[in-house]
């Protein structure tokens, strides 16, 4: 059973940084793409990172434009998680976190097949 936990989540004033983790169980991902999305209250969920594997032994990333230069995408094979470096929160950073995995090499963010329960951030002004 494939499995998907986010931790790291919490409180933090406007201007500080989180460290958000995704453990995966059940299988490993470091050849497929995984990433973060996240849902703030009374308002869709939406894409903020995507790791995926260059096909050797690199990676790349991609981020959605209101993140960019403040996050960082990660993984840890070794561990099989994947993390999610927040710098320079803002309080419209509040949200659900939620991270996804998919299941082919070339798999999109909109059809990633398996994901976590979520973690809250709640960024103060």
């Known amino acids: 059973q494939v499995q998907l936990v986010e931790s790291g989540g919490g409180l933090v004033q406007a201007g500080g940084s989180l460290r958000l983790s995704c453990a995966a169980s059940?299988?490993?991902?470091?050849?497929?793409?995984m990433g973060w999305f996240r849902q703030a209250p009374g308002k869709e969920r939406e894409f903020v990172a995507v790791h995926r594997w260059s096909g050797d032994i690199t990676y790349y990333a991609d981020y959605a434009d209101s993140v960019k230069g403040r996050f960082t995408v990660s993984r840890d094979n070794t561990k099989n998680t994947l993390y999610l470096q927040m710098k320079s929160l803002k309080p419209e950073d509040t949200a659900v976190y939620y991270c996804?995995?998919?299941?082919?090499?070339?798999?999109?963010?909109?059809?990633?097949?398996?994901w976590g329960q979520g973690t809250q951030v709640t960024v103060s002004s």
């Open positions: 059940g299988r490993t991902f470091s050849r497929f793409p």
């Open positions: 996804a995995a998919g299941t082919v090499i070339t798999s999109l963010p909109n059809e990633f097949d398996y």
